[in-house]
């Protein structure tokens, strides 16, 4: 079935960098856009990036712009988000989801990672 | 703070029907077509109306959508306890040049 699953969270201090992956199955990666998420301790959600389904454009948050990277491996099936310069503002879950219909409509997401920075 | 806004909270008794509006501007709202999510504590948010009113397969013809100018709501009729959950609009940002969501609702059903 339809799957994607979100790993690579964990606790890293202020200014480390970590990588975030989202392994997907079910459906046929390299045709699909795919967002991440995020989700802050007592927060809504906040939209983190996208990349399109070839992988050309990236779009990103003001909040992360310059700090976080989105690329794919289509060879692998797995989504990445690679995280610089973290802070403290950075700790969230942060899920991974399939661009559906339009710019924001994912109907499909994974479970999601959890990020926690602290010293 | 969102450039999407919703009321914090919402409320209703079962059976009743209850609205949730989301207020952008003519680069979000405006210009893009609106989605709506639920999302329950530790799960995966889940898509409900795409498109502006369009339901995925599998979502209750309970919810719906629409959308004026600037603006959009979400409709749910007959609710449910287990309806009671936070709800965000989402929609491309033409200004930003990127996806923004609302702040969020949280209904109770009472």
């Known amino acids: 079935q339809v799957q994607l699953v979100e790993s690579g969270g964990g606790l890293v201090q202020p200014g480390k960098s970590l990588t975030l992956s989202c392994a997907t199955s079910g459906f046929t990666f390299s045709n699909y856009g795919m967002h991440w998420v995020r989700q802050a301790p007592g927060k809504g959600l906040e939209w983190v990036a996208v990349?399109?389904?070839?992988?050309?454009?990236?779009h990103y948050a003001e909040s992360v712009r310059g700090r976080f990277t989105v690329f794919r491996d289509d060879s692998k099936d797995t989504l990445f988000l690679q995280m610089d310069s973290l802070t403290v503002e950075d700790t969230a879950v942060y899920f991974c989801a399939r661009r559906d219909w339009g710019w924001m409509a994912c109907e499909v997401w994974g479970q999601g990672t959890v990020v926690t920075v602290s010293s | 703070q969102s450039v999407l806004t919703q009321p914090p909270s919402a409320s209703g008794t079962p059976g009743q029907r209850v609205t949730i509006s989301c207020s952008g501007s003519t680069s979000n709202i405006g210009k893009n077509t609106v989605n709506w999510y639920q999302h329950l504590p530790r799960t995966a948010p889940k898509l409900l109306i795409y498109?502006?009113?369009q339901r995925p397969s599998g979502v209750p013809d309970r919810f719906s959508g629409s959308k004026s100018g600037t603006s959009a709501s979400l409709a749910i009729s007959g609710v449910q306890s287990d309806d009671e959950a936070d709800y965000y609009c989402?929609?491309?940002?033409?200004?930003?040049?990127?996806?923004?969501f609302g702040g969020g609702t949280r209904l109770t059903v009472l």
């Open positions: 989402a929609v491309w940002d033409d200004s930003l040049n990127g996806g923004v």
């Open positions: 990349i399109s389904f070839d992988g050309k454009k990236q």
């Open positions: 498109s502006n009113s």
